[in-house]
């Protein structure tokens, strides 16, 4: 049988509350914090302060947000949570170092994998709205 004191009562309270307390604000977040994984996000209740579950619409993926941290977003899986985009751009994942970069498809507004031919790396062009493949 346990027996509580006023002051363990009240930490066991105290402590529940900070467990409580999880989120704030619109603060959102992807599963175990893993990008392009989860096909679900946890979005902050402002009532309870509790991360509850949502889905991404079909076929997409959770990944953090690059324009608004401390939030998830839902996009098509390969695009690395880059956003939305618009026209025909394209950036290199890493410039100089590999060949691998983000191309904007224009259907979906959302970047999608692409890789430059065997061998060759992918550099940004002079205004940043596309690549080059050397």
Not at 18 to 32: E, F, H, L, V
Not at 51 to 64: R, S, T
Request: proline share 6%; hydrophobic share 25%; glycine share 10%.
């Amino acid at each position: 049988m346990a027996i509580f004191t006023p002051a363990l009562f009240l930490l066991a309270a105290l402590s529940s509350m900070t467990a409580a307390q999880q989120c704030t604000d619109n603060s959102s977040r992807c599963p175990n914090g893993q990008d392009g994984v989860s096909r679900t996000f946890q979005q902050c209740d402002s009532w309870s302060h509790q991360f509850v579950q949502q889905n991404c619409p079909a076929g997409q993926v959770c990944y953090a947000n690059p324009n608004n941290p401390g939030t998830a977003m839902c996009g098509l899986p390969g695009t690395g949570g880059q956003g939305r985009c618009t026209g025909n751009t394209a950036k290199c994942v890493s410039p100089g170092l590999t060949g691998d970069y983000l191309q904007c498809e224009s259907w979906s507004s959302q970047y999608v994998s692409a890789k430059c031919p065997s061998g060759q790396r992918c550099h940004n062009n002079l205004t940043n709205t596309g690549v080059f493949c050397q």
